[in-house]
């Protein structure tokens, strides 16, 4: 499937400034990038190698107070949309290097606080089961509530909550999941089928021997997503960290099937 995708951010800082970007769509495995131009007017960029090998981030260096910044892609998605239910978990030992911290608990993904709840909940199911009961548990119990989290609200907070944004969705299936010893990472995406549009966040489970994309807001499925960028939780996937306060003036992200 073809996706067109369409960035425009303006924002104002109170001096010159350097922000750090991740928002261009990853040249990576299920994914081809057609066409894509980033507009950055006069700042100076410098690019870096995302997490885990995954796109890349860059550095944009600001000679004034305000960034205005365009990005148009057109992307292929070609990756398939598999269901879990026939997936295996890797027993831990044969997990590899690259892939185990994915196991750990994280700045907002408390996993080891959900060992006793996923043990007890879906102590019936295995593997990939196990992690589409899982995607299944938090659609059905958690409201998708705009406005309700913010950029400190970490996982448990969710939880006793049930209530959240996409970020907080794939936070608790980040946790749960690894609270299941099976690894998970975040994904920053872009999806035609988000609602309200934005940036969107899933997860990326481990599962017979490849990473496989999980929405568990339910809004969007493996093959019509982008893939941006991949971390622990949300603090290694923000589409922007700036040194300066920043003041959003501006902000539309559109998503559509090209």
Known sequence: M???IDVALHYRFPRPNTVFLTLEAANAKGQEIVHEDLDLGDAELYR?????????????????????LNYRALIDITRPNR???ALDAA????????????????????????????????TQFAGGQK??????????????????????????ETFAGRQGVCRDYAHLMC?????AQIPARMVAVYSPDVTPPDFHAVAEVWLSGQWHLVDAT??????????????RDAYDVAFMDSQAPAEMLSQSINVSRA
């Open 175 to 179: 946790s749960m999941v690894r609270a």
């Open 91 to 122: 027993p831990l030992h044969l997990i590899p290097g690259e892939v185990a911290p994915y196991l750990r608990p994280s700045r907002y993904c408390q996993s080891d606080k959900f060992a006793t709840f996923v043990e007890k909940r879906f």
């Open 218 to 231: 339910g809004m969007g499925s493996a093959d019509t997503m982008a893939v941006i960028a991949v971390g």
């Open 2 to 4: 073809r996706i067109q």
């Open 131 to 156: 992690v589409a009961a899982m995607r299944e548990w938090i659609e059905a119990n958690l409201t998708y509530v705009p406005g309700s989290s913010d950029a400190d609200t970490n996982v448990l």
């Open 48 to 68: 870096i190698v995302g997490d885990a090998g995954v796109g890349e981030r860059i550095w944009a260096c600001l000679p004034g107070s305000e960034m205005i």
């Open 83 to 85: 269901a879990l239910d």
